[in-house]
C-alpha cells in the first residue's frame, strides 16, 4: 500500500521561503506521477504544482497560475521523495498542503485522478 509523508510545514512571514518534503514508501515511486495540493481553511482543496514520472527524455512539471514563478516541484527517484520549493510566499499561499500520488496518465491537475495522499503539513504565512 503507497503510503505518502509530508514534512517541512512552519510559520513564515510574506516573502519567505519554506521547502517542502513528500516520502513515498510502498509502491514504484517512478512509476506515479506527484502533485501538491494545498487546502485553505473554509475552502476546497485546490491543485499547487506536480510532476510526472522519469523518462529518457527528463520529466514535465505542472503549476498553478498563481504559483509560477515563485514554486518550484522536484523529485529525487534516489530517495523516493519529491519537493517543494516555495519563494516569495504570500499570505495567499497559506493552508495545509498535501501530497498526492496518481497514474501518469491523465491530467496532473485534477483532484480526483489522484488516489493516494498524505496527511497534510501546514503552511501559515502572515503579512
Known amino acids: 500500500q503507497v503510503q505518502l509523508v509530508e514534512s517541512g510545514g512552519g510559520s513564515v512571514q510574506a516573502g519567505g521561503s519554506l521547502r517542502l518534503s513528500c516520502a513515498f514508501s510502498?509502491?514504484?515511486?517512478?512509476?506515479?506521477?506527484m502533485g501538491w495540493f494545498r487546502q485553505a481553511p473554509g475552502k476546497e482543496r485546490v491543485f499547487v504544482a506536480a510532476?510526472?514520472?522519469?523518462?529518457?527524455?527528463?520529466?514535465?512539471?505542472y503549476y498553478a497560475d498563481p504559483v509560477k514563478g515563485r514554486f518550484t516541484v522536484s523529485r529525487d527517484n534516489a530517495k523516493n521523495t519529491i519537493y517543494l520549493q516555495m519563494n516569495s510566499l504570500k499570505p495567499d499561499d497559506t493552508g495545509v498542503y498535501y501530497c498526492?500520488?496518481?497514474?501518469?496518465?491523465?491530467?496532473?491537475?485534477?483532484?480526483?485522478?489522484?488516489?493516494?495522499w498524505g496527511q497534510g503539513t501546514q503552511v501559515t504565512v502572515s503579512s
Open positions: 498526492a500520488a496518481k497514474n501518469p496518465q491523465g491530467d496532473y491537475a485534477r483532484l480526483m485522478l489522484y488516489n493516494y
Open positions: 510532476i510526472s514520472t522519469s523518462s529518457w527524455s527528463g520529466f514535465s512539471t
Open positions: 510502498g509502491g514504484t515511486f517512478n512509476s506515479y506521477g
